[in-house]
């Protein structure tokens, strides 16, 4: 079904990278927050199975209508559970708009981060990670988006 993948190749607006390092979302946020400019904060979780007891993924996000920044921090490995099973490695995927000021520069400055041990640009399409983090752009009832 090579035109459903192109539709859906179309459909991405953003750039997808993956990231490696030992600490955890809040932290992580908080240096990238520093070193970027952003502000990063609590957005949702997700819940890939809404079974009781599932795992729930936890999103931070920023988003500036004056800048046109949209970034999104999504943890991809839990202790017991993956996100994107094609992820194993992974521990956050890094979800940033075409129109995010620093776009240009961004993997280079992340590389440059003494707290992050990896980092890879990475195929929303061909990981499956575009069925998980599509539903980003649906604000949750009680969060709205600035």
Aim: glycine share 6%.
């Amino acid at each position: 079904m090579q035109w459903l993948d192109e539709d859906f190749e179309e459909s991405v607006d953003f750039q997808l990278l993956g990231m490696t390092t030992h600490l955890g979302s809040h932290r992580l946020c908080w240096e990238l927050n520093r070193v970027m400019g952003w502000s990063l904060a609590f957005y949702k979780e997700l819940a890939p199975d809404e079974r009781a007891g599932q795992p729930r993924f936890v999103v931070h996000r920023y988003v500036s209508e004056d800048t046109g920044a949209d970034v999104a921090l999504i943890a991809n490995r839990l202790p017991e559970s993956l996100l994107v099973k094609k992820l194993p490695r992974v521990d956050f995927l890094l979800r940033v708009g075409f129109e995010t000021p620093g776009l240009e520069g961004l993997k280079h400055a992340l590389r440059g981060m003494r707290l992050v041990s990896l980092v890879v640009e990475l195929d929303a399409v061909q990981t499956e990670a575009l069925e998980h983090i599509a539903v980003l752009d649906l604000a949750p009832d009680d969060t709205p988006l600035l």
